[in-house]
């Protein structure tokens, strides 16, 4: 299958790597403010991996031109923070065509509803399909341009959900080869609150602010995450699923469906934090102006306050 993936950084690069792994033919695209890592992964013609899923995979074009980037594309996937989303939307505003299929990933908050906006597609429209991820499937960052540490691919809930929900079926089929545990989610509404970044990553940052605007030399959840500072992250964790009680939609516990995906191994709000496999090893941002802020406040929080 062709495959384009909008979005270069650790989850479009591992996106991009592992679809390509499975034999997959790969081209990747991300705006020209952001050269380096696809200039690495032209030059070397590919991209390495290593942790939980490894190796080298070929990829058919890596860069800044969209219409070739686009070309013969069965299935594109947006890949990126909440705050990318509109922006791809518009880059491909015109260019999509019946029969394409485009999965956002993670949907954040509405992706799949905001994209469809801003590429100018009507929301009840399926002659291109259009779903969102509630989650990215993998914990991942880049080391180098051109390379990821694979920290853990999920082994099981990751909610999928097409808008209009029609197509969900057919689109978990589609990309059975590289996610065969990809799961149905009832609707967009359950991928965007099913979404645990804004109950984790502001209420993490927050209490390690100081250290953070230190050296910020310390693992962010190994070491960042105490017993009370759990207790905030299950504070907001009971809101969200409050939030999904009233629409009539189950919301896992963060740690619940931790403990499903391979990310924890304990449900609780602390040592569960400080143990998880998903979690080993992953450093503190470098500052606070930052995704874990800017968008799962910006776009989480402010989007399960409305």
């Known amino acids: 299958m062709n495959i384009t993936v909008l979005g270069a950084g650790a989850g479009g690069t591992t996106v991009a790597f592992d679809c390509a792994a499975h034999g997959h033919r790969v081209r990747l695209f991300d705006f020209p403010q952001f050269p380096e890592n696809i200039a690495a992964i032209a030059e070397q013609g590919g991209i390495h991996a290593e942790g939980d899923i490894s190796g080298f995979a070929d990829i058919a074009y890596a860069g800044h031109d969209i219409d ?12 990126g923070p909440a705050f990318s989303t509109e922006p791809f939307g518009e880059a491909v505003a015109g260019k999509l065509l019946p029969g394409q299929t485009v999965i956002v990933t993670p949907g954040s908050c509405g992706g799949a509803l905001a994209f469809k906006r801003a ?7 399926d ?53 065969p545990t990809m799961e149905a989610a009832r609707s967009v509404i359950q991928t965007s609150l099913q979404n645990a970044n804004p109950v984790i990553h502001p209420a993490v940052s927050l209490c390690n602010s100081a250290r953070i605007e230190g050296d910020g030399a310390f693992l962010i959840y190994e070491e960042g995450v105490t017993d009370s500072e759990g207790r905030l992250i299950e504070a907001v964790d009971r809101e969200r699923i409050a939030i999904g009680e009233r629409l009539g939609i189950e919301v896992f516990s963060d740690p619940e469906m931790g403990m499903r995906q391979g990310y924890m191994l304990e449900n609780n709000y602390g040592s569960a934090y ?22 799962d406040v910006g776009y989480g929080l402010v989007f399960m306050s409305q």
């Open 274 to 295: 400080r143990k998880a496999p998903g979690f080993l090893g992953i450093t503190a941002q470098p500052q606070l102006d930052h995704r874990y802020i800017n968008e």
């Open 119 to 125: 590429a100018g597609l009507a929301v009840e429209d």
């Open 127 to 179: 002659s291109i399909r259009v779903a969102e991820t509630h989650t990215l499937h993998y914990a991942v960052r880049l080391t180098e341009p051109g390379r990821v540490h694979v920290f853990l691919k999920l082994k099981a809930g990751n909610l999928l959900a097409a808008l209009p929900g029609r197509s969900t079926a057919d689109i978990l089929q589609l990309i059975a080869d590289v996610y």
């Open 68 to 79: 070739r980037a686009l070309e013969d594309a069965e299935l594109i996937y947006v890949v």
